[in-house]
């Protein structure tokens, strides 16, 4: 069945530092795969996605991601990061289940900056 | 990018009472639309898909007569609480997608709060 882990429920950086946030997938199929944002109380935003071609997607807000086939991740990355940033992000993968196109979450990691 | 927009973003209710959500697509037209839940400090979970002038089709678990979705066009999907209880206070989240294109476009959520 397919699922989206994301090892680090919680991570705290500082600002500046570089970050990277894990998700490893499990679909039998080439994924469809994205990372979003959630800031309090507040919708997704999408921060970038993989479909096909390049493995190292680039996206908003200085954010990029390497899809890697052999160890069915997509970790996001980003060299410094901006106090902004805090937030809640998820990653997910685009799966088709019972014929439809649906998205799986994994649980999310929350990203703390410390000044 | 396209816009998905949800209203109210807060809405508090005693409990036997029911409450609508509304989810639009202001600049695109949804041709599918998805309603998630997401309980505090967790992930969003799928509750059921809507396809214009079709029966939603529910996740597994979730009950269809608690939990009415209506997507009487390609604008605009609803979702009523009906019968609420203090256990169905949460955040929820809408999407949307667009013709021929595979990105989800999300609203900004709606929190119930139950009373």
């Known amino acids: 069945a397919q699922s989206v882990t994301q090892p680090d429920i919680h991570i705290t950086v500082s600002e500046g530092a570089s970050l990277e946030l894990r998700c490893n997938y499990s679909y039998g199929a080439t994924p469809y795969l994205f990372w979003y944002v959630q800031s309090p109380g507040q919708g997704l935003q999408l921060l970038l996605k993989?479909?096909?071609?390049?493995?190292l997607v680039q996206g908003i807000k200085g954010f990029e991601a390497e899809f890697k086939r052999s160890q069915s991740s997509f970790n996001l990355r980003k060299p410094s990061v901006h106090w902004s940033d805090a937030a809640e992000y998820f990653c997910?993968?685009?799966?088709?289940?019972?014929?439809?196109?649906?998205?799986?979450f994994g649980q999310g990691t929350r990203l703390t900056i410390n000044p | 990018g396209a816009v998905v927009s949800q209203h109210p973003s807060r809405v508090i209710c005693k409990s036997g009472t029911s409450v609508k959500i509304e989810c639009r697509s202001l600049d695109f037209q949804a041709t599918t639309m998805f309603w998630y839940r997401q309980f505090p400090k967790q992930s969003l979970m799928l509750m059921a898909t809507s396809n214009e002038g079709s029966k939603a089709t529910y996740e597994q678990g979730v009950e269809k007569d608690k939990f009415l979705i209506n997507h009487a066009s390609l604008t605009l999907s609803t979702l009523t609480v009906t019968s609420a209880h203090p256990e169905d206070s949460s955040f929820y989240i809408c999407?949307?997608?667009?013709?021929?294109?595979?990105?989800?476009?999300f609203g900004e959520g709606s929190r119930l709060t139950v009373l």
């Open positions: 993989y479909f096909s071609g390049d493995t």
């Open positions: 999407s949307a997608r667009g013709r021929g294109t595979g990105e989800l476009f």
């Open positions: 997910a993968v685009g799966a088709l289940i019972q014929g439809a196109q649906k998205l799986v």
